[in-house]
């Protein structure tokens, strides 16, 4: 079975490839990327000799409909998993277009290509198989200080970034209500883990913590996120594409809801355990203005994909941060790579051309 993946030089997209391609030891995955900022195709080099028989890159834009065309005819594809994404959220108050092309329209793009090949092959949608479009919490807008996000909670995006994944969620449904694609839809509550582009919260402060550099924390950094090891995300996006039941949505998240100040204070106390630097202090902490339109709480009600796929988190806060931590120590040479832009020369050395 051959299945497509965008996104898979991101972060959770990276993960993911390395989770599939060990469980699944007869798939093979080809992947898009367009290898913007935030794409690293170092992210996966450590794939075995034979994972990496099983995987095949393609530099391409989710917008370039002959080429998601070219790769459908060439490896016959029998599911997509759309991780590609402009995914900051800051990036996308300064810039929202970008955001609507590459997370509208290439959805659409996607969407349409599938379509058009899942007709012409079977005149029918092959059972089973599915369009699975990896989204986000943020959809669903901001949550007092009780109750979570439920699949049924209205969508109220307030951020550029999370309007242009609502709206995403929306085509992806109407493709199912219309045409009856065999669609999923999962909405994750914040990752955390290896191989995370340093503009994000954990890496941002890892790294800026080992270089004694300020720790810039928005407003009074009260705001709350329900984090997830990467790894659980994966294990549930797979459940998903497998089993979930088709059009679809399902919740992830861990019920691991902490503050934004509480994770800078406990990156701040494990790096400086592990180093035995006592420069990494409260010290460094700094309170910037609050982002703008900045949601105060997010937090997941996963019980849909508890009682329906058996999924339940594994790795629960004060473990993932530990790993975490001590993968970016044992990475720093990454680090340094991604903050130079060098990661931008390893394509054009390893693959050679644009
Ligand atoms: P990321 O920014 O690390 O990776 C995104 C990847 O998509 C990059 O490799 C980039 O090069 C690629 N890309 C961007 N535009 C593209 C285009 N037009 N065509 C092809 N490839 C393109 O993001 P991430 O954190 O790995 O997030 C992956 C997905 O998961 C996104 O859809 C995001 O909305 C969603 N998500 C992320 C989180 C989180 O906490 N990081 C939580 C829930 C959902």
């Known amino acids: 079975m051959n299945i497509l993946v965008t996104g898979v030089a991101g972060f959770i997209g990276s993960n993911f490839v390395y989770y ?7 798939r093979k995955i080809i992947g898009l990327d367009k290898l913007t900022y935030a794409g690293n195709l170092e992210n996966l080099e450590k794939l075995t000799p034979e994972q990496k028989e099983r995987f095949v890159f393609i530099k391409g834009d ?44 290439g959805t659409q793009t996607l969407l349409n290509v599938a379509k058009k090949y899942w007709q012409k092959d079977t005149q029918k949608f092959i059972d089973g198989v599915k369009f699975l479009q990896i989204s986000t919490d943020e959809v669903y807008g901001s949550l007092g200080p009780t109750g ?6 209205p969508l109220d995006p307030h951020s550029p970034y999370s309007a242009s994944k609502a709206s995403a969620d929306l085509i992806v449904k109407a493709y199912y209500d219309t045409y009856k694609m065999p669609t999923n839809i999962t909405r ?17 402060m890892i790294n800026n913590a080992l270089n004694h550099k300020k720790l810039p924390v928005y407003g009074d950094g009260k705001q709350i996120r329900d984090w997830l090891y990467v790894t659980d995300h994966c294990r549930a996006i ?17 019920h691991n809801e902490k503050e934004n100040i509480y994770i800078v204070k406990k990156i701040i106390e494990i ?9 990494i202090n409260e010290k460094l902490i700094k309170h910037v203005k609050d982002r703008l339109g900045h949601d105060r709480r997010y937090g997941i009600d996963p019980t849909k994909i508890k009682e329906e796929l058996g999924w339940e988190p594994e790795i629960m806060f004060d473990e993932g941060i530990e790993k975490t931590i001590e ?26 051309g644009k």
């Not at 599939?20 to 007869?26: A, G, T």
């Not at 402009?86 to 108050?93: A, C, G, K, N």
């Not at 797979?238 to 861990?254: A, H, K, Q």
């Not at 790096?271 to 420069?279: M, Q, S």
């Open 188 to 204: 994750c509550s914040n990752n955390y883990g290896p191989y995370q582009f340093p503009e994000k919260l954990i890496p941002l």
């Open 62 to 105: 989710i917008n370039n409909q002959e080429l998601i065309e070219y790769i459908f005819e060439t490896y016959k594809i029998e599911g997509i998993i759309n991780f590609a994404a402009e995914s900051h959220v800051d990036r996308s108050i300064h810039d929202p277009q970008i955001f609507l092309k590459t997370n509208v329209i």
């Open 271 to 279: 790096l400086r355990e592990k180093t035995g630097d006592k420069e």
């Open 327 to 352: 993968w970016y120590l044992e990475n720093q040479d990454w680090m340094k790579r991604v903050i130079s832009g060098e990661y931008l020369e390893f394509y054009e050395k390893n693959y050679g």
């Open 238 to 254: 797979d459940l998903v594409f497998e089993n979930g039941r088709t059009g679809e949505v399902y919740n992830i998240g861990g």
């Open 20 to 26: 599939y391609l060990e469980k699944y030891k007869d």
């Open 148 to 153: 979570y996000f439920t699949e049924k909670t």
